[in-house]
């Protein structure tokens, strides 16, 4: 009896191991690097620059992408539970963290596909133009700094208030009422312009690259000049001043690809560090992780002179 309750028990396991790795084949069948659908999750403050590759490689691929915009924490999270297979992240994963998915037989791709930068912002009305990084180090280690009222951050678990706290060294942002996060960046720019005298941190994309709705809030703020710890000058978070690594808290993006197969993962990572997807980077006001290239068409007129 218990030798056919055995048997009976590794065909019903046979069956759930074969059903998996056929719907897992299936998958595969129906995607490669330029057709067919995948999800990607991507750090919140990050949204609009994968949101204008995306538009650009459906329009040119049978693609469809789906974006999961979270906060940086979430999408990390995510991703090590394998409840996503492709992340778009400003920093590169931890050694431990690589080690969680190597241990699933999955060797993460990483590549840098551009570089921006975490900004500060004040509404237009404020005539306040530039913040030194020590006073907000100070702030954050809850020392009284009377150039700054308080702090605001899109979210608690994002990528902005991990480089503020590493700059400070703390393990997070001190609950006060002068320091606090709100849901999104949208709703954070709208914040600022409504309330000129906090200082917003935000991504610098959703700066050049706001959305319809967000604009006339993106109007209405200002962009504050940095000066970096130990340095002397203060720095615009402009595109050439990053690119020159100039500006004191830029960071590099990267997209992580987990699929483990030839997949949209790979196709979208190729468009993006290609001329197509650098050129989209660069005109959103964003560093690209290369310039593309570009073509100089000269042309040589001959002049013929008529005989006399």
């Known amino acids: 009896m218990k030798t056919t309750y055995r048997y009976i028990f590794l065909l019903v396991a ?6 998996s790795c056929s719907k897992k084949d299936e998958e595969k069948n129906s995607e490669n690097i330029l057709k067919g659908n995948a999800e990607i999750v991507v750090d919140e403050t990050l949204f609009p620059i994968v949101e204008d590759q995306k ?36 920093r590169k994963l931890t050694v431990a963290e690589e080690k969680q998915i190597k241990n699933k037989n999955i060797t993460p791709k990483v590549t840098h596909f551009a570089t921006d930068g975490v900004v500060f912002i004040k509404g237009t009305s404020s005539a306040t133009t530039s913040i030194d990084l020590v006073d907000v180090v100070n702030f954050l280690n809850g020392k009284r700094i009377s150039s700054i009222k308080g702090l605001v951050f899109e979210s608690a678990n994002s990528s902005t208030v991990r480089s ?12 006060a009422d ?13 914040y600022i312009a409504e309330n000129p005298e906090y200082v917003g941190v935000v991504g610098l994309n959703w700066i050049t690259q706001p959305t319809v709705e967000n604009q006339k809030y993106v109007d209405a703020i200002k962009m504050l000049s940095v000066k970096g710890i130990n340095q002397k000058d203060f720095v615009f978070p402009s595109q050439d001043m990053i690119a020159s690594q100039k500006y004191p808290l830029a960071r590099d993006l990267y997209i992580i690809n987990c699929q483990g197969y030839a997949g949209l993962g790979m196709g979208f990572g190729s468009f993006i560090t290609g001329e197509k997807g650098q050129r989209i980077v660069l005109q959103a006001g964003l560093v690209p992780a290369r310039f593309p290239s570009r073509k100089i068409v000269t042309r040589k007129e001959i002049i013929k002179e008529d005989n006399k």
């Not at 046979?14 to 059903?19: A, E, P, R, T």
């Not at 849901?183 to 954070?188: I, R």
């Open 14 to 19: 046979l069956f759930f191991i074969s059903f």
């Open 55 to 90: 538009i650009i490689f459906e329009t040119n691929y049978d693609a469809t992408i789906n974006i999961v915009s979270q906060p940086e924490n979430q999408a990390i999270a995510a991703l090590l539970s394998g409840k996503q297979k492709i992340a778009i992240l400003s």
């Open 164 to 175: 503020l706290t590493a700059l400070a060294k703390i393990e997070m942002i001190p609950q």
């Open 178 to 190: 002068n320091i606090f996060s709100v849901n999104t960046s949208e709703e954070l720019i709208k």
